[in-house]
């Protein structure tokens, strides 16, 4: 009897907006014969089974995918073994936990910003107090258009105290990668320097929680990046420096007060650091590359033969004033050099790798190199940070230095796209930087990239000959979409920000492997796409300020859609205003201010079905899986929106008055109406994660605004699991939870009543 109720569910589910009375009965025939909703989801024989990896205990986790973000600093207290800090320029700081060799975050309970941007991710600088372990300090700010603020901890990160400076901070800005803008003075816990990007020198004399500007240290309005370096010396306590990048080195001779330019000190400094015998040593992002000052006078101590004119990453030794560590900057596959005579001679130091992340290719070693760091406790073993990873070392003196990844815990790439097909692989990933995954296990790193397959030819700026590292992948996957018949079939878009190349590939085993469209039309920037139903070769795409596409060959041939105004700007840009019917291979949706545009001749052509939306500048725009003509539109402040009649009348969802976010899950067990998620807000001013289940006339609370996951950008919900619900970020990767509907409480309201507080076991974030 089940398999005939089931059959009879999905026919009707395909047309609910016939009969609402005839789904009712239906109800009532699944609810008598099917097993309860407290059954174990696996004893659905309709459901896949589950990820093994995925964890089934209450709240959000992360996938691991092991790093894939900036790291632009790293901290080692002077005193403490083992204590260890890092800042990421959009994924917050992270302390080192030696103990279970794991980066434990340490700024989630920071003030949040708005639901998809999170200000307080952005690194900006961190300092330690000499004297104190447990006191530690970090300047949070993603961009400059707004103020950071400077936060103090008693207990190493575990709770915070906000201070009163407010001035513009870049965490996620130039030069983030450089620099070391916040200092505790070894000598006094109350004395604090900070270097800001657009409002000079500041200065504390309380331990931080309240500042004053220094007022002859000028820095020129127009220099974005500021006072980029300030220090102290070690065994002088009136003595403290200052670079200003472009300008040049300053001195202070009264504890900060005063400031004085060094004269003939180089303009670009990177780094500075002040050794135990009063040498300061700098690198510069221009030639002299490595420079020092001592004795009045500055040197040129530059390794030689030199073509690139960065160098980044500086060292000094804890207990050997002359010997340092030096990196090249700005630049992949970078040199490090070693120095036990002051910079007189260098050694170059061969590297090998010890990879703990499958995906990381070798040549991301050392790739735009941020922070070089020896261990005070055992200066053999050194730390260094890069432009993807956390690399150390137990023995910088070998010959060769052996250097393994530390990224356990560290999550922190910026996503542009999921899916969860019906079949095939649970999840598959569109990121920033790194390409894309194939998820086969949540709580391990993904084996490889997604890529794709050789063709031997080159494709306008495309290089698909060689066999580099970068050649096969694109840097940015902005977009993924499967074919709802033929789930196997998958298209993905993206290309190199950084060669100014875009292109799509198609897929025919899930994603396993990839081949690049035949023909790939010049100089666009392909953004979304969304498939046929009913056929894989059939797709749409739209591009970056310029008019929409459509194949229906798999990308040999492409006509330009008439009737749709030229896509939004990209690639920065998260709104999905572009979805395929959930049955009809000829009808395709487009969503722009206030308009619902739908094409019934395959995406030859669109007009507009529905003009008196609201104009919404978030939105997504999603159809409902092997259901005709049904439409959920989040418009974020907005609220939400249903149609059920392929968009020719929308219905405002009064129960949900912000929606942010929505997506389209897996039914339930016993259940007709695929699940409904929207990350936004009730009328009753709860914020967080709703479901329905009954097409949205009564709705239940998931997960408080607390409970999620910070500055989420994407929501998807599995089409194979019921509940299992995934939310990219901007910068702290990919989170998921899986729904225990055991444990929710039962709601009777309807309509446009409060929503139900159920399921209050969520852990906050």
Not at 287 to 293: E, F, G, N, S
Not at 593 to 604: F, M, P, T
Not at 617 to 627: E, G, I, M
Request: charged share 15%.
């Amino acid at each position: 009897m089940n398999e005939v109720v089931n059959k009879i569910t999905k026919i009707l589910a395909a047309y609910r907006y016939w009969g609402i009375a005839l789904l009712s009965l239906l109800v009532a025939l699944s609810g008598y014969f099917m097993l309860p909703e407290s059954s174990s989801f696996g004893q659905n024989s309709l459901v896949a089974p589950v990820n093994s990896s995925i964890s089934s205990s209450p709240g959000w986790h992360s996938v691991t995918l092991g790093a894939g973000g900036y790291v632009t600093g790293i901290y080692l207290h002077p005193t403490a073994k083992d204590l260890a800090y890092i800042r990421t320029d959009n994924g917050g700081f992270y302390r080192w936990q030696a103990n279970q060799q794991h980066w434990q975050p340490i700024a989630n309970s920071l003030p949040r910003g708005f639901w998809d941007y999170d200000h307080n991710s952005g690194g900006e600088a961190l300092g330690l107090d000499p004297q104190n372990p447990d006191l530690v300090y970090i300047a949070v700010g993603k961009y400059t258009a707004q103020p950071g603020t400077i936060y103090k901890s008693l207990d190493r990160g575990s709770t915070w105290q906000a201070t009163d400076l407010s001035v513009p901070m870049g965490g996620d800005e130039d030069k983030r990668w450089a620099g070391d803008r916040l200092v505790v003075s070894p000598f006094d816990s109350n004395l604090l320097l900070f270097g800001s990007r657009r409002h000079g020198l500041w200065r504390s004399l309380d331990g931080g929680l309240s500042w004053q500007r220094v007022s002859n240290l000028k820095v020129n309005p127009d220099n974005h990046v500021g006072v980029l370096n300030v220090a102290f010396d070690p065994q002088k306590s009136q003595i403290a420096y200052a670079s200003v990048y472009r300008d040049g080195v300053y001195q202070s001779r009264d504890s900060g007060v005063t400031w004085s330019k060094l004269p003939d000190s180089p303009p670009k400094v990177m780094r500075l650091k002040v050794a135990q015998d009063g040498t300061v040593y700098v690198t510069s992002s221009e030639a002299p590359q490595v420079v020092k000052y001592q004795n009045g006078r500055w040197s040129d101590i530059s390794p030689s033969g030199l073509i690139h004119e960065t160098f980044n990453g500086l060292s000094l030794h804890p207990q050997a004033a002359q010997t340092l560590l030096v990196s090249e900057g700005e630049k992949g596959r970078a040199k490090i050099y070693y120095s036990n005579n002051g910079g007189k001679r260098w050694q170059v130091k061969s590297s090998s790798i010890k990879q703990t992340v499958p995906w990381l290719a070798p040549e991301f070693f050392n790739d735009h190199s941020s922070a070089i760091a020896f261990d005070p406790q055992n200066p053999q073993q050194v730390w260094l940070a890069d432009w993807f990873s956390v690399w150390h070392t137990d023995n910088i003196d070998q010959s060769t230095v052996q250097w393994s990844n530390r990224v356990k815990g560290i999550e922190q790439t910026v996503l542009f796209s999921l899916i969860s097909p019906p079949e095939g692989g649970i999840l598959l990933s569109g990121i920033a930087d790194q390409d894309g995954f194939y998820h086969q296990q949540f709580a391990t790193p993904p084996q490889s990239r997604l890529g794709f397959q050789q063709r031997g030819v080159s494709l306008n700026k495309l290089n698909l000959t060689g066999d580099r590292f970068l050649d096969n992948y694109f840097q940015d996957t902005y977009h993924l979409a499967y074919c709802q018949h033929a789930p196997q079939n998958l298209v993905r878009v993206g290309g190199k920000r950084w060669r100014d190349s875009y292109m799509g590939v198609t897929s025919s085993d899930g994603g396993l492997s990839w081949q690049p469209w035949t023909n790939i039309p010049p100089d666009k920037l392909f953004m979304r796409v969304a498939i046929a139903p009913d056929d894989p070769q059939h797709f749409v795409v739209t591009t970056s300020e310029d008019l929409p596409l459509v194949t229906r060959d798999g990308g040999t041939t492409w006509q330009e859609v008439f009737g749709l105004p030229p896509g939004e700007a990209g690639p920065w840009n998260w709104n999905q205003p572009l979805a395929a019917d959930g049955v009809d291979g000829d009808r395709f949706y487009y969503y722009v201010q206030g308009r619902v545009y739908g094409s019934q001749d395959g995406g030859l052509t669109f007009e507009t079905i529905t003009s008196d939306l609201p104009v919404g500048s978030r939105f997504v725009l999603v159809t409902v899986p092997k259901v005709a003509g049904e439409i959920w539109l989040s418009l974020d402040q907005e609220g939400l929106f249903h149609s059920l009649d392929g968009g020719r009348s929308f219905a405002k969802v009064n129960s949900i008055t912000k929606a942010h976010l929505v997506t389209v899950g897996a039914p339930r067990e016993g259940k007709i109406n695929q699940s409904i998620y929207v990350y936004g807000q009730d009328q009753a001013g709860h914020s967080g994660l709703f479901s329905s289940v009954d097409g949205g006339q009564s709705w239940s609370q998931i997960n408080s605004l607390a409970a999620m996951p910070r500055a989420i950008k994407i929501l998807v919900a599995s089409q194979q699991q019921p509940g299992l619900i995934f939310a990219g970020t901007d910068g702290r990767g990919i989170y998921y939870q899986q729904l225990n509907f055991n444990r929710e409480r039962r709601s009777s309201h309807k309509g446009d009543s409060v929503l139900p507080r159920s399921v209050s076991w969520v852990q906050p974030m």
